[in-house]
């Protein structure tokens, strides 16, 4: 028996090898990993849905571009060798580039595919479309889509959400009150883009609520918080949180409990976003009754609340789930702007902070700047689209949009080359995503397992798994740094993603350009020596590197002090100014305002949603989606830990009983959620945590349709979400923002 550490995810493992065979993954010791995750390891790795050979679809082995689109993923395939498939795929790119332009090739890649930071799919395919003559890439991102391009405007970066979180220890020893929209839930603790050494979340907010902290949990759901947090809850309607955050101001300034000497020296634009609030611009006070009609609570709540930010030092923070919705720009926005109203941004445990419940290593104690990244090639197409238009895209060649204050064309997208994550999981509409698809003539597929997506290509290379390679693994976000030593041989003709697209690149006469000259073994010492170079140059003494690999990694010291978020600037906004316009926040942007947006003004704003309670026609219910429990998305939604939260074979929906009462629906029954959209199947679990009029399922189930395509078996909520931008600022997913109704399903 051989024992080796290596890095997923959802944590640090060790895996025990015998005969060359994977036979048991366990959580290293003292990591907090998930043992069902970690556990779930080797029947992922052996699945009877792992792709074991290169396969071409067979009607389009036969007539390539002229093959029949519709019949992608109801058609067989045909085996191939690696060297035939190298050269099937090499032809059609020349063939595609040479007909309709570089820019007719859409690099899709999507997911959180390898802890590693070398053998990370969406960076290969990048790399390898880049030095092919270029490609369409995409803009953003689908978990803080929205976020990534209104902070920008408002406190010069993205930063505040895909990198700087005041620390947990500053928050557990300084913060007398934290108030989160959206919750933390402690099941999204669990996992890390890039994965996480110490997960370490559940200790630092149990030491929080030791010391008195107070927590207050704005949700539709009460289960959003840990029962230690004993948190006060507040259960609005979805969508509603920016109503919520400007009554608060409001009640602010009408108390004269604001800070006017923070506001002035800090930031810019308070005088118009004051007379919005008073209703001096619009004629409507934002006052908590106001709000309250909005959110279907007590306006007493809100006061209660607004009395509650004052009485110490506080921390707000919204979950990354909040921006996933129709103007989801708004509830960053006005969370920023009534923090700067306390006027504790910059102060230990005070301020505010996004993503405290969405991911592990929001607010981690640890050291920055030392992982190891990939280089990027240039794009000659210069061709991109945001991420979530790809459906859009697909459909509408050569229509224009507003995208961040530019007007993009689509291009007329020929070929996909998806490497890495499944559209079919994270895409909104699915109905209409399976629509846009029939339009490449050719979709090439690198996995390691046939996903929906995989069973609706032309074209299918098999990737080895993280377990099947060695890397170099962790996240900015995490003190550990892995070195991730290949665990076992891969199954079947998988090669990692590096390695195929070299070929290809090499039958297109660009391997030099994509290698930079080297293989693997010399990209990961390449990577080694500038994880040791950042090192050394914060005056850390890196191991060597045969002290590196033998150890399984490095763990780094921590900071020399905590991070609190914008610290620096408070101290001196002179020396260290936003990189905004006026080098302060941005309470109202002058930028955004110029971009003439009614969906986006120039300062934070209630917008009414396209479709929420306070407009619901008979019978409908707010769907929100959250992310499982025992899978991370929908990876291992293959094995049987993935599964187990299944009921008969379908995702479970919580219903708040008082609904399912009036729809005659019980405990466990089989329900169908549908709208105009699609309709999926589910099974009922009844929750007085349920606000009533919302109903909540769980992502990640793969993609099962019926016959009709209308009908996903398993309950894949995106059968039933909105394909629609935020707004025309960011064009970011809304997968929150979706009314639907549910009804006993019979099963006979």
């Not at 408070?570 to 316009?581: A, F, G, I, V």
Request: charged share 20%.
């Amino acid at each position: 028996m051989t024992e080796l550490i290596s890095l997923t995810h959802w944590g640090p493992f060790i895996a025990e090898v015998e005969d060359g065979r994977l036979v048991a993954t366990r959580p290293l010791p003292g990591s907090g990993a998930s043992e069902r995750m970690i556990g779930a390891l080797p029947e992922a790795l052996y699945s009877p849905l792992r792709i074991s050979q290169p396969m071409v679809r067979r009607d389009y082995l036969r007539k390539r571009e002229k093959s029949d689109r519709s019949i992608r993923g109801t058609d067989d395939y045909v085996p191939l060798s690696w060297d035939e498939a190298t050269h099937l795929i090499a032809g059609e790119t020349r063939r595609i580039r040479d007909l309709h332009g570089d820019a007719s090739v859409f690099g899709g890649s999507y997911g959180w595919s390898s802890a590693g930071r070398f053998h990370h799919a969406r960076t290969q395919v990048r790399r390898f479309l880049g030095a092919a003559g270029g490609f369409t890439d995409q803009s953003g991102n689908y978990s803080w889509g929205a976020a990534q391009f209104i902070l920008p405007h408002v406190l010069g970066d993205h930063a505040a959400v895909s990198s700087d979180a005041t620390s947990w220890k500053s928050i557990s020893e300084h913060a007398d009150l934290v108030v989160a929209f959206g919750g933390l839930n402690p099941k999204n603790w669990h996992v890390t883009s890039g994965g996480g050494g110490d997960y370490h979340l559940p200790d630092w907010t149990r030491k929080a609520k030791a010391r008195g902290v107070r927590f207050i949990s704005v949700s539709p759901l009460q289960g959003d918080a840990p029962d230690w947090l004993e948190a006060d809850w507040i259960a609005p309607r979805p969508n509603t949180d920016t109503a919520i955050i400007l009554a608060l101001a409001q009640h602010l300034l009408a108390t004269d409990r604001h800070d006017p000497a923070f506001l002035d020296r800090y930031c810019d634009g308070w005088p118009t976003f004051r007379d919005y609030l008073t209703g001096t611009s619009d004629g409507i006070a934002k006052t908590p009754d106001w709000a309250a009609a909005i959110a279907g609570i007590p306006a007493t709540e809100i006061t209660g609340l607004a009395d509650a930010l004052t009485t110490g030092r506080t921390l707000l923070t919204a979950s990354w789930s909040l921006q996933r919705s129709d103007h989801g720009e708004q509830p960053f926005w006005a969370l920023i702007a009534l923090a700067a109203m306390l006027g504790q941004i910059g102060l230990p445990g005070g301020g505010f902070g996004f993503g405290y419940g969405s991911m592990n290593g929001v607010g981690a104690v640890r050291r920055k700047g030392v992982m190891p990244s990939m280089p990027m090639t240039d794009n000659p197409a210069r061709s991109t689209i945001p991420v979530a238009r790809i459906s859009d895209a697909l459909l509408n060649p050569g229509a224009e949009i507003a995208f961040n204050g530019q007007t993009i064309r689509y291009p007329d997208i020929r070929m996909i080359q998806w490497a890495g994550g499944n559209p079919f999981h994270h895409q909104q509409d699915l109905r209409r995503l399976e629509q846009a698809w029939q339009k490449p003539e050719t979709i090439i597929v690198q996995d390691s397992w046939w996903t929906p997506a995989a069973k609706r290509a032309d074209i299918v290379l098999p990737a080895t798994t993280a377990l099947e390679r060695s890397d170099i693994g962790g996240t900015s976000r995490d003190s550990h740094i892995f070195a991730m030593q290949q665990i076992v041989a891969p199954v079947g003709q998988a090669r990692n993603d590096f390695d195929m697209l070299a070929d290809i690149a090499e039958a297109l006469g660009c391997r030099d350009g994509f290698t930079d000259g080297l293989d693997s073994t010399g990209w990961l010492d390449r990577l080694y020596e500038d994880m040791a170079r950042k090192g050394r140059k914060q005056g850390l003494t890196p191991p060597d590197k045969t002290r590196f690999w033998q150890d399984g990694g490095w763990t780094l010291p921590p900071p020399d002090q905590d991070e609190v978020m914008l610290s620096a600037f408070r101290e001196s906004p002179e020396q260290h100014p936003l990189k905004t316009p006026s080098g302060k926040i941005q309470l109202t942007s002058p930028t955004i305002d110029a971009f003439g947006y009614d969906d986006c003004p120039a300062h934070p704003v209630w917008l009414e949603p396209a479709e929420w309670l306070g407009a619901a026609g008979t019978d409908e219910l707010h769907l929100l989606t959250h992310q499982p429990r025992y899978r991370l998305h929908s990876q291992l939604g293959q094995t049987s830990g993935g599964k187990s939260e299944q009921i008969d074979g379908r995702e479970p929906v919580l219903i708040n009983p008082r609904d399912a009462a009036v729809r005659d629906i019980r405990h466990h029954d089989p329900v169908r959620l549908y709208n105009a959209r699609g309709a999926c199947l589910a099974s009922a679990v009844l929750s007085d945590e349920v606000r009533p009029g919302v109903v909540i399922m769980q992502t990640g189930s793969w993609f099962n349709p019926d016959a009709t395509g209308a009908l996903d078996l398993q309950g894949n909520p995106n059968m039933l979400t909105r394909d629609a931008g935020a707004s025309r600022l960011s064009q970011a997913p809304t997968a929150q923002t979706a009314l639907v109704r549910i009804r006993l399903h019979r099963t006979s």
